[in-house]
């Protein structure tokens, strides 16, 4: 068993990563690969128009979400958001971030990318009588 933590949101991908340079890559969710397997997986959209020529179906990457599966462990998170960063960043921004409430209060943290690295964001708790403390 271990701490599980829960995952949320989704960092989003500008401009998104064509399907030429996804076609082979570790962070697509395909059958083969469970989700269970990565704690981070690419969103891919897919778009389906009739052409002249017949039905094009364009796939990109649009997002960096979380893991659906249950009962994750977040110990890896930062690292995992990095290597896809690492992986299809060049050229590109990351906004938003992914939320991670972990199974004790106040365990709450995220992950978003700030120039380029993947990084831990804690909150500060502010109590009514004007005194901090970290989460």
Same mark, same amino acid.
């Given at each position: 068993?271990?701490?599980?933590?829960?995952?949320?949101?989704? &960092?989003?991908?500008?401009?998104?990563?064509?399907?030429?340079?996804?076609?082979?890559?570790?962070?697509? $969710?395909?059958?083969?690969?469970?989700?269970?397997?990565?704690?981070?997986?690419? $969103?891919?959209?897919?778009?389906?128009?009739?052409?002249?020529?017949?039905?094009?179906?364009? $796939?990109?990457?649009?997002?960096?979400?979380?893991?659906?599966? /249950?009962?994750?462990?977040?110990?890896?998170?930062?690292?995992?958001?990095?290597? &896809?960063?690492? #992986?299809?960043?060049?050229?590109?921004?990351?906004?938003?971030?992914?939320?991670?409430?972990?199974?004790?209060?106040?365990?709450?943290?995220?992950?978003?990318?700030?120039?380029?690295? #993947?990084?831990?964001?804690?909150? $500060?708790?502010?109590?009514? /009588?004007?005194?901090?403390?970290?989460?």
């Amino acid at each position: 068993m271990g701490y599980v933590s829960y995952l949320s949101g989704e &960092i989003i991908i500008e401009p998104p990563i064509p399907w030429r340079e996804l076609q082979h890559s570790p962070f697509v $969710r395909t059958p083969e690969r469970k989700e269970w397997e990565r704690l981070t997986w690419l $969103r891919v959209v897919e778009e389906t128009k009739e052409t002249d020529e017949g039905t094009l179906t364009r $796939r990109e990457a649009v997002a960096i979400r979380p893991s659906q599966a /249950d009962e994750l462990r977040a110990h890896s998170l930062v690292t995992d958001v990095q290597a &896809i960063v690492d #992986a299809h960043g060049a050229g590109r921004t990351f906004t938003g971030f992914i939320l991670v409430r972990g199974e004790e209060s106040p365990d709450i943290w995220r992950v978003a990318i700030e120039n380029g690295r #993947a990084v831990e964001v804690r909150p $500060r708790i502010v109590w009514p /009588d004007g005194t901090e403390e970290e989460a």
